[in-house]
């Protein structure tokens, strides 16, 4: 299987996973590679650290949630791993302030 086939299905196992704790040593295993190689290499290939993409995914369906969902914050902000309220509204508007820059 190649590295590239072994990186979808860490970001499947990802996707799957975001409402629970993500174990990079249990993506490195996916991904056949110790855990700093694992790192580096997705850090290559997507631009950013495993944790930022698991971040920037959990608040990204957060929006999805708010939007769409019956959910309060508090809730929502559980549910994607932010067991303090005002850090997820920290890292919310953080990304979101950040990616409205970007647009403009």
Sequence with gaps: MDLIQKMNEVVEYVEKNLTDNIDIEALSRIAGCSAHEFSHIFSFMAGMSVSEYIRRRRLSQAVFDIQNGNEGIIDISL???????????????????RDACRSS
Excluded at 79 to 97: D, G, M, N
Aim: aromatic residues 22%.
């Design 79 to 97: 549910k994607y791993c932010y067991p303090k309220p005002h850090e997820f509204t920290r890292a919310f508007k953080e990304l979101h302030k």
